[in-house]
């Protein structure tokens, strides 16, 4: 029997549509959208009725699907996230898990209590090129993992406001620090042990290129994290800054016998490595979001990590595993960064960030 999957929010589900809508374990059963034309197109790519077509998202839950794909900006996560857990869905969550303290401990509590199973969508755990660091890392290549950084820095100002009109959208509220689980993903992935993020602080609270639209448009936020077990990361984010085509996305992880790291201006990327004992000099490798034996359809976007995280997902409901991002690990991933930005604000001062044991 197919998994009937519900996508909510068609524009960036697209990509998860077609992962779920093929092969002999899931079918697209149900669209929901606001935007009635942006339904009727995906419908008809997706050869669907126009029955399978929500505007309500109640209706649509009740719609018989098994799995909901949340897909809609991340102010609508909480409200939707946590009434499809309490309807039992399982729940395959965009990033971040939601834009407040409370709304993400909100989701936790109802994952605790559903018979559906969360997980958060962080697909840069599942670059190819992270997937193989983390190979690296449980051969003990790298020894003790000590420190991290990671930046992404993504020029998106077109997103932030329309230049000709002037009307702003939802990421115009969304501070560049709490759009961290990119950067906080693969690294606390890569970490493992049991650690988390303790302490946060953070520096980046002046929008001198674009004056207008705080807090989306502040050059620049830089954050530090201290873990349970001591561990230091840094992570800088930005989302009005200048940089080529196409967009930063750089992991650096020291331990105590070498280093990895990809380039900061590729995506298709040759980074480096060092291995003491093995290495005599810094070693060049592949750093590829896409894993170039993957099946054509699987390149879909971002690399094949969209294809292999939603095939991940199946796994755990396939097999009753608990995923690596349940809600305890997304909890862990989304609210640094929003204890940083209210570190920021404060004059870069450290603050203590929540978790549940």
Known sequence: ???????????????????????????????CDLKEASLAACAEEMHLPKEACYTDYE?????????????????????????????????FSEVTMANTLEGCTRIR????????????AENYIFFHF???????VEAGYLGRIHYAEAEYIHNIRNLLVDTAS??????????????????????????????????????????????????????IQVALFETKQGRGIKIARSQVTPVPEPHTVYYSVYGTKGFLENDRQHHESVGHRYFEGIDKETVPINCYQTDVF???????????SDYTIANYFLDCLDFGRTPLLNEDFAFEL??????AHEAACQGNVWLDVPHFE
């Open 1 to 31: 029997m197919k998994y009937k999957v519900g996508i909510v929010g068609v524009s960036r589900g697209g990509s998860y549509m077609h992962h779920f809508g093929r092969g002999t374990r899931s079918e697209i059963t149900a669209l």
């Open 59 to 91: 209706a649509f839950l009740d719609s018989g699907i098994d799995i909901v794909v949340v897909s809609t900006p991340i102010p609508f996560h909480e409200e939707q996230v946590v009434r499809a857990l309490e309807k039992g869905k399982h729940v």
């Open 109 to 120: 509590e109802a994952a605790k209590r559903s018979a559906g199973t969360y997980m958060m």
């Open 130 to 136: 992270i997937q193989e660091w983390k190979k690296y």
């Open 166 to 219: 002037g009307e702003t959208f939802w990421r115009t509220y969304r501070p560049p620090i709490h759009y961290c689980s990119h950067c906080l993903g693969p690294i606390m992935a890569l970490i493992g042990d049991g650690d988390y993020i303790v302490k946060a602080t953070a520096s980046g609270n002046k929008n001198t290129m674009v004056s207008d639209f705080w807090p989306s448009t502040i050059d």
């Open 294 to 304: 993957a099946a054509e359809y699987a390149k879909k976007s971002h690399g094949t």
């Open 334 to 339: 989304t609210v640094p960064g929003i204890i």
